[in-house]
């Protein structure tokens, strides 16, 4: 039997757009590492007639439903009333999620409203999933087979905020789910992390000397965002793991200059554990950027061992006074050029000592182009004891696109750097 899963969330605020929905792509990566895929996901408002249709639909197609949101004290808080309603299961008060439910108010010091008191009704026949995090358990029901089945399925009912949903979901949600719908294949899945090259480029480069692999069950899947792309792997059966890495290793063999890493790494970590590694320093000069390539390395624990210091420059003086760039370099070629981003860099890695400087100076727009150098327009500058580098990009995107780019370029430059080969 063909598992069918299918995620609903429910919320108004996600309707609107108040609140950007984190359940679909976290339930679904937690889901497929343990070799479950989910099939459908829909996210609908919470009034009573959109959640009991979207519940109806995903019953009659789906084995597994997890729906998350609507479990708490509040008037648009209907899931939990609704999937009762529709089931047909009485809702009885629990004295135990009651028990629970005051403890956690006394704990805090705080009076518990009478409302309150709804989220001890637990459907006629439900699985309770005390929640250590908040007063909302979650709850699980099993249901008829769909058409066509003869198991019962599963209804795991979650609440909405992340930070009771995570744990709940891990700790026991996912059991119930593996004893009553085992795994019945290996399932394997990687990803090779790319930057530098485009999706299209990316698949005619590998995509020849995948069809081999490919025909025996290996699935491929490429995966665009902001100044990266992902290659995912995925195979089932007793030879998953072999034929993934078969995957792999032909694609490295013609990815491995734009490979920066795999699964769920960044570039960012990437840079700190080399630079750990060869127990060497980095310093940024930031002009464009304003900040955000040391933002994005700070984000990294342990960034503390190799990060010196970011200097935001963002006016010429500043360059002038904290990185010595020669006024006549500034009269001479402007602040956005080559000459400028190498200075940027060399006085950078001077008053800090560090072993690498990086420099990003450019036009971020939308006005301040020229014909010659128009909205768009980088230099990105890398100092080191092999002396200076300086590359020129065109990044004409809106301004916090054009940031997250320029910021990805200039640490690819450094990551390039630093998988060289030591000289002989």
Not at 291 to 315: D, E, K, Q
């Amino acid at each position: 039997m063909t598992l069918k899963i299918e995620l609903l969330n429910t919320g108004a605020e996600l309707m609107l757009g108040r609140v950007l929905n984190t359940h679909q792509q976290w339930i679904c990566r937690q889901l497929a590492d343990r070799g479950y895929v989910v099939d459908r996901q829909v996210a609908v408002d919470d009034a009573g007639p959109s959640i009991c249709d979207a519940l109806r639909e995903a019953l009659g197609r789906a084995d597994l439903v997890i729906t998350t949101g609507g479990l708490g004290p509040t008037s648009d808080d209907r899931t939990r009333d609704l999937v009762a309603k529709e089931l047909k299961r009485p809702l009885r008060e629990d004295p135990q999620v009651l028990d629970h439910i005051q403890r956690m108010f006394a704990l805090r010091r705080r009076p518990m409203p009478a409302s309150t008191r709804v989220q001890a009704l637990v459907p006629e026949g439900a699985t309770v999933l005390m929640n250590a995090r908040g007063t909302a358990p979650g709850l699980v029901l099993e249901t008829p087979p769909r058409p066509g089945q003869t198991r019962p399925g599963l209804l795991v009912m979650l609440p909405g905020p992340p930070r009771e949903l995570r744990p709940m979901m891990i700790e026991q949600a996912l059991p119930l789910i593996e004893k009553h719908f085992p795994v019945e294949a290996p399932f394997v899945c990687r990803t090779l992390r790319t930057t530098g090259l485009g999706e299209s480029a990316l698949e005619e480069k590998i995509a020849p000397a995948l069809r081999p692999v490919l025909e025996r069950g290996v699935e491929v899947g490429y995966c665009a965002r902001t100044g990266e792309v992902d290659v995912r792997f995925v195979a089932r059966g007793a030879r998953a793991r072999e034929l993934v890495a078969e995957a792999e290793q032909v694609s490295r063999a013609l990815l491995e200059e734009f490979i920066y890493g795999t699964d769920d790494e960044v570039l960012e970590q990437v840079i700190v554990r080399q630079l750990t590694e060869r127990r060497q320093t980095l310093a940024l000069a930031e002009s464009c950027t304003g900040g955000f390539i040391a933002h994005r390395i700070t984000n990294v624990p342990g960034a503390s061992a190799v990060f010196l210091a970011g200097l935001v420059t963002y006016g010429n003086a500043a360059k002038e006074r904290f990185l010595g760039v020669k006024p006549e370099t500034l009269a001479a070629h402007g602040a956005v050029s080559e000459a400028v981003a190498g200075e940027m860099a060399e006085g950078a890695r001077r008053v800090t000592g560090a072993d690498y400087a990086l420099a990003a100076t450019g036009i971020a727009g939308p006005t301040g182009g020229s014909e010659a150098k128009p909205v768009g327009t980088v230099f990105l500058a890398l100092a080191s004891t092999a002396g200076t580098v300086v590359q020129r990009r065109a990044n004409r995107f809106e301004r916090e696109t054009f940031k997250y780019v320029t910021a990805q370029q200039a640490l690819d430059m450094l990551r390039r750097e630093l998988v060289k080969p030591p000289p002989a």
